[in-house]
């Protein structure tokens, strides 16, 4: 049996109430039945909506972001992965002197990063920092780190030589109900698939994961991730995956030592390998015809915005990229009446997105060449 529950204004509350009473009595606004009613309807309406938030753990889907994540704690010992900042490494390109701990430096838009060292440095040297937002905002591209709003003695001048990394987003709604579905229909047990699947997941910074068994003969396991922005994962996030499910240290020899010795999640025996999916570069180019009023570089982002979309949707989903996709993708941009001449790495065909028994690809976006038609 389906119960149904919606909400109610105390409007439509007073007036179903006043239809259960008799017409001998008043029931005009302003008479003492009318306004009896109505006191009672407010506090109704304040009801129905707490008894249709309740019945929305029926469906997951309703619940607001940190009822949901108590949910799937509370049923499936599943944690939602919260927010991270990036890191990365800052150099003096002018002075020498002492980096403290807290120290802090600019982007010229304001964006902070504080130094997570203490040391003595010299011009040319670097230091840990990270930045003081968390997500990837601060997965900022080289050389933009460059202002010290505070004197530091002796250190006139810095830059980051390269870019910082491991900036992510706290887990959507979308990725916690995703993973709770899988944790229900893709039963985990003794290291199957699902398994490594499921400590991929559990990653801060993974969005998708595939799972290679016996990649490389027996006893072996190759787990392939993309990052949380469906994008190609960072040699970071590809070492706090493999730290995590299967560690190791390198000796001299670059031996692994503690390879399959199970000091990670999957078992004793189980020599697993963590790698990024291999990168499958779409170049696209196309003319554009715009709408009345639509601004040529605003129609560009909003182009390249949705193609991003479709390709990211495609990683460990699809076999190809489609073209007539790409060309949804344009059509739907706000600002775009029409395009022609659209080529898709110089073809007008769909591209294949590989996938053996070892590795896999994922589609990222290249170069973007959008004109006006003429």
């Given at each position: ?5 919606e909400?109610k ?8 109430l ?8 008043q ?10 009613f109505?006191a009672?309807s407010i ?18 889907t309703k ?15 599943i944690?939602?992965?919260t ?7 800052i ?24 130094s ?12 840990k920092?990270?930045?003081q ?14 202002i ?19 900036g ?20 985990v ?51 706090s995956v ?68 479709y390709?990211?949707?495609?990683v ?35 591209i294949p ?6 590795d ?15």
């Amino acid at each position: 049996m389906t119960i149904g529950i919606e909400e109610k204004t105390n409007e439509e509350i007073t007036v179903e109430l006043l239809e259960q009473m008799p017409d001998t009595y008043q029931k005009n606004v302003g008479y003492f039945i009318w306004d009896f009613f109505r006191a009672i309807s407010i506090f109704f309406e304040q009801c129905f909506e707490k008894i249709c938030y309740l019945a929305g753990f029926f469906d997951i889907t309703k619940l607001e972001y940190e009822d949901l994540v108590l949910f799937v704690k509370q049923r499936r010992g599943i944690i939602a992965k919260t927010e991270t900042y990036a890191t990365g490494e800052i150099t003096v390109t002018s002075g020498s002197g002492t980096i403290n701990i807290g120290d802090i430096f600019e982007t010229s838009s304001g964006l902070r990063f504080s130094s997570q060292e203490t040391k003595e440095i010299l011009e040319g040297e670097g230091f840990k920092a990270q930045c003081q937002t968390a997500g990837s905002i601060g997965n900022v591209p080289k050389g933009v780190i460059n202002i010290i709003p505070n004197t530091i003695p002796g250190i006139s001048s810095i830059t980051n030589l390269e870019a910082f990394s491991g900036g992510y987003e706290k887990e959507s709604k979308e990725s916690i109900i995703e993973r709770y579905l899988n944790d229900l229909q893709k039963p985990v047990t003794s290291g199957n698939i699902y398994h490594y699947e499921k400590w991929a997941l559990e990653c801060p910074g993974v969005g998708k994961a595939k799972v290679k068994p016996l990649w490389d003969g027996d006893n072996t396991v190759k787990v392939i991730i993309a990052d949380s922005n469906n994008q190609i994962a960072s040699n970071e996030l590809v070492k706090s995956v493999q730290t995590y499910i299967d560690p190791y240290t390198l000796d001299e020899n670059n031996n692994k030592i503690g390879w399959g010795c199970g000091n990670g999640q999957a078992p004793i025996g189980a020599y697993c390998t963590v790698e990024s999916a291999n990168a499958l570069t779409i170049n696209i180019k196309f003319s554009v015809s715009l709408k009345a009023q639509a601004n040529f570089e605003t129609t560009k982002t909003n182009a390249e915005e949705n193609i991003l979309t479709y390709l990211k949707s495609t990683v460990f989903n699809d076999t190809y990229v489609s073209y007539a996709r790409i060309g949804a993708c344009i059509l739907s941009s706000d600002g775009v009446m029409d395009y022609k001449d659209l080529k898709i790495n110089e073809t007008t065909d769909n591209i294949p997105i590989n996938e053996t028994d070892t590795d896999c690809e994922m589609a990222v976006l290249g170069s973007l060449d959008i004109t006006l038609m003429e």
